[in-house]
Nanobody, 124 residues
Framework: QVQLVESGGGLVQAGGSLRVSCTAS????????MGWFRQAPGREREFVAAIRWSTSRTTYVDSVKGRFTISRDNAKKTVYLQMNSLKPEDTAVYYC?????????????????WGQGTQVTVSS
């Protein structure tokens, strides 16, 4: 049973940085795509970033390009989202997601496994 546990959310001022983590268990993840999504109050959940576990190929939504970096640590089975130059509009609950797939399709919203989410609040 795949489990994803996020951590590292919190409150930060605009312009600051925060790193959220997603620790995975229950599989080898070598064929997985790992994604980060976020949902702000009153808005739909949106894709933020993804990484192909085996190749470290990454994909980002335009609004975070140049500010956010997704990475993974094989030994720790952990995926990170480093968030720099944070803006109030980045405030949301951030969710980690995972799906096993043969070909890398990060924007296809068919992720099988989800974490419980971690709150990120950016004050102005």
């Amino acid at each position: 049973q795949v489990q994803l546990v996020e951590s590292g959310g919190g409150l930060v001022q605009a312009g600051g940085s925060l790193r959220v983590s997603c620790t995975a268990s229950g599989s080898t993840f070598s064929t997985y795509t790992m994604g980060w999504f976020r949902q702000a109050p009153g808005r739909e959940r949106e894709f933020v970033a993804a990484i192909r576990w085996s190749t470290s190929r990454t994909t980002y939504v335009d609004s975070v390009k140049g500010r956010f970096t997704i990475s993974r640590d094989n030994a720790k089975k952990t995926v990170y989202l480093q968030m720099n130059s944070l803006k109030p509009e980045d405030t949301a609950v951030y969710y980690c997601a995972a799906k096993p797939e043969r070909f890398y399709t990060p924007l296809l919203n068919n992720y099988d496994y989800w974490g419980q989410g971690t709150q990120v609040t950016v004050s102005s």
